[in-house]
């Protein structure tokens, strides 16, 4: 499967941005999405993960009452939502794909998109 992320750019703190991350390829209806960050000199960290139907979601301690997941499985994407922005969620976002049963881990995706970039300024 093919994955391609976009929506990155600049904002202010306490702003918004919602990040798509298209795919095309193998079936998407039939995979659990992730999307993971990483900031400058750190290591690549989870986000947020949404499971094939929708009906779970999950979100690192970080994010969680600011990033929304979802998913639209008849347009083959993925999205991120993410309000309230501080400075430090600036990093490169990726979206990723398993199809395997667990995906919480980042050695348990199997394709990457390319990244997009989110800065926020203070």
């Known amino acids: 499967v093919q994955l391609q992320a976009s929506g990155g750019g600049l904002v202010q703190a306490g702003g918004s941005l919602k990040l798509s991350c298209a795919a095309s390829g193998r079936t998407f209806s039939r995979c659990n999405m992730g999307w993971f960050r990483q900031a400058p000199g750190k290591e690549r960290e989870f986000v947020s993960a949404?499971?094939?139907?929708?009906?779970?979601?999950n979100y690192a301690e970080s994010v969680k009452g600011r990033f929304t997941i979802s998913r639209d499985n008849a347009k083959n994407t993925v999205y991120l939502q993410m309000n309230s922005l501080k400075p430090e969620d600036t990093a490169v976002y990726y979206c990723?794909?398993?199809?395997?049963?667990?995906?919480?881990?980042?050695?348990?995706?199997?394709?990457w998109g390319q990244g997009t970039l989110v800065t926020v300024s203070s």
């Open positions: 990723a794909a398993a199809y395997g049963p667990e995906y919480s881990r980042r050695d348990e995706y199997d394709y």
């Open positions: 949404i499971n094939w139907s929708g009906s779970s979601t």
